[in-house]
């Protein structure tokens, strides 16, 4: 029972390099989201999807952008990286999302360090 | 717009004793209320949810009731273990973007033998 896999797991970063997150569910999910965590700041969402073939911008989108490739998968691209985008990322997906109480299940996470 | 105020933490505590953790919520509408947990080096997962006002969720001992009046979820457990040590995140579900959760800023619990 996989869930939500997400990879790399850790990657360093030169600033001004690109790359992409890769975010896959198996979960038959319709709503996936990709968050941010920096210490002392809770989770912040970057962008989420609520179906396939669409995306929106969340609290924290500047510096990255989304495909939603299929219903399994999201990805994140950071096309210039920049230091302050260093962070633990956290794919998560749910069924109808939260509003009606259904659960956001997340992935590992993925640690990025930009220098 | 919507948030989540929790308290700050580091918490430390000796094993069995009693947990509280504080949550309060600004939101419009009846959001879901959801507590997660997150152990060192691993992602969140969900320990509780409460969808309405009065619900109690609870979960491998730990409770926490959906109180509208003083719009609060806090986060209880009577007798903590060490293996309790993590991260606890309030979050409610924000019906204005498909779901997506807001999160408080986490609470780090630590419990000694």
């Known amino acids: 029972n996989a869930g939500v896999t997400q990879t790399p797991k850790f990657q360093v970063l030169k600033t001004g390099q690109s790359m992409t997150l890769q975010c896959a569910q198996d979960?038959?999910?319709?709503?996936m989201y990709w968050y941010r965590q920096d210490p002392g700041m809770g989770l912040r969402l970057i962008y989420y999807?609520?179906?396939?073939?669409?995306?929106d911008k969340g609290e924290v989108p500047n510096g990255y952008n989304v495909s939603r490739l299929n219903k399994r998968e999201f990805s994140l691209r950071l096309e210039s990286a920049a230091p302050s985008q260093t962070s633990v990322y956290f794919c998560?997906?749910?069924?109808?999302?939260?509003?009606?109480?259904?659960?956001?299940?997340f992935g590992e996470g993925s640690w990025l360090t930009v220098v | 717009g919507n948030s989540v105020t929790q308290m700050e933490g580091p918490v430390t505590l000796s094993e069995e004793a009693f947990l509280t953790i504080n949550c309060t919520y600004t939101?419009?509408?009846?959001?879901?209320l959801f507590w997660y947990v997150q152990y060192p080096g691993e992602g969140l997962q969900l320990l509780l949810k409460?969808?309405?006002?009065?619900d109690k969720g609870s979960n491998k001992g730990f409770e926490a009731t959906y109180r509208k009046e003083t719009t609060s979820f806090h986060l209880e457990k009577g007798s903590v273990q060490v293996s309790d040590s993590a991260v606890y995140f309030c979050?409610?579900?924000?019906?204005?973007?498909?779901?997506?959760?807001?999160f408080g800023k986490g609470t780090k619990l630590s419990v000694k033998p």
């Open positions: 998560a997906s749910s069924g109808m999302g939260g509003r009606s109480g259904n659960t956001i299940y």
């Open positions: 979960m038959n999910h319709n709503s």
């Open positions: 999807s609520a179906s396939e073939g669409t995306t």
């Open positions: 939101a419009t509408g009846y959001p879901s």
């Open positions: 409460a969808t309405k006002a009065d």
């Open positions: 979050a409610l579900s924000d019906q204005g973007s498909q779901g997506n959760l807001i």
